[in-house]
């Protein structure tokens, strides 16, 4: 509850959106940034409510339940569907990662796991975090969730950054 605000940016991998239903209590729009088209259609369906979307009610039921508002299972997905304004493809390599959309100044961003993706040594998120913060208002804050310690792991033979 310190911080918020108008705008949430959230750049983060896949189609999750656990931490959203909480974020959705303290800001009034969300802005979702993907690098994936299929993150995008799976995120959009969700918004929607289309038929074959995923079902994140498991994750909405948690928030009320901690909240002590589980009647207010409805209201909760509600209210992330309304506070989530847009869905947006973003290039990171682009220095305008929204172009040719110029996105307004946030609040806040949140980047769930993404970093841990995509940079492979520190120059590579101290890179990205410059980049992400240009998107920030002044005195805006950057919450960075991410896997402390871990360099790679492996799935069968491969190895991911």
């Given at each position: ?24 209590e ?42 002590g ?6 209201d ?28 307004p ?7 769930a ?18 980049k992400f ?13 991410g ?7 492996t ?7």
């Amino acid at each position: 509850g310190h911080l918020k605000g108008d705008i949430l940016i959230d750049l983060s991998s896949s189609s999750f959106i656990h931490h959203l239903y909480a974020a959705c209590e303290f800001f009034k729009h969300i802005i979702v940034l993907k690098v994936n088209d299929r993150c995008i259609l799976e995120l959009k369906r969700w918004v929607d409510t289309r038929t074959g979307a995923f079902d994140w009610c498991h994750a909405a039921q948690l928030h009320v339940d901690i909240e002590g508002k589980s009647d207010q299972l409805e209201d909760k997905e509600g209210k992330v569907r309304s506070a989530l304004q847009h869905v947006i493809k973003c290039n990171l390599e682009k220095e305008n990662m929204t172009e040719p959309i110029d996105l307004p100044p946030a609040d806040c961003i949140i980047t769930a796991l993404l970093l841990d993706h995509i940079c492979k040594e520190q120059d590579d998120y101290i890179k990205y975090i410059r980049k992400f913060s240009r998107l920030l208002k002044p005195g805006g804050h950057m919450i960075i969730f991410g896997s402390l310690g871990t360099t790679y792991i492996t799935i069968g033979k491969d190895k991911i950054h």
